[in-house]
């Protein structure tokens, strides 16, 4: 069993930054790949970064191309995502996810376990 949570958001302006953190207890995170996920009130989840067991691959929506970068820290068991150049429509509560090896990296029900969420504000 692996316990995800997340933390880092909050209030930003729009061109600003956050750095949102994804730490696991319970079990090393480092044989597992992450995802990083958003939920806007009244939409469905959606993919935003995953990164692979050992940090080798990463995927990024088409969004957030540019602006976010997901990286890992196995000794810390802890998987970031750096998110700059924040715009408005970023404003979602944000998820980490794990599995082993998702199915679909980009697909929620890929995943075993998920952090409870972090909200993530960005004022224009």
């Known amino acids: 069993q692996v316990q995800l949570v997340e933390s880092g958001g909050g209030l930003v302006q729009a061109g600003g930054s956050l750095r949102l953190s994804c730490a696991a207890s319970g079990r090393s995170l480092g044989s597992s790949a992450v995802g990083w996920f958003r939920q806007a009130p009244g939409k469905e989840r959606e993919f935003v970064a995953g990164?692979?067991?050992?940090?080798?691959?990463?995927a990024y929506a088409d969004s957030v191309k540019g602006r976010f970068t997901i990286s890992r820290d196995n000794a810390k068991n802890t998987v970031y995502l750096q998110m700059n150049n924040l715009k408005p429509e970023d404003t979602a509560v944000y998820y980490c996810?794990?599995?082993?090896?998702?199915?679909?990296?980009?697909?929620?029900?890929?995943?075993?376990?998920w952090g409870q969420g972090t909200q993530v504000t960005v004022s224009s």
């Open positions: 996810a794990s599995a082993p090896i998702p199915r679909n990296s980009r697909i929620p029900d890929s995943y075993d376990y």
């Open positions: 990164v692979t067991w050992n940090g080798g691959r990463t």
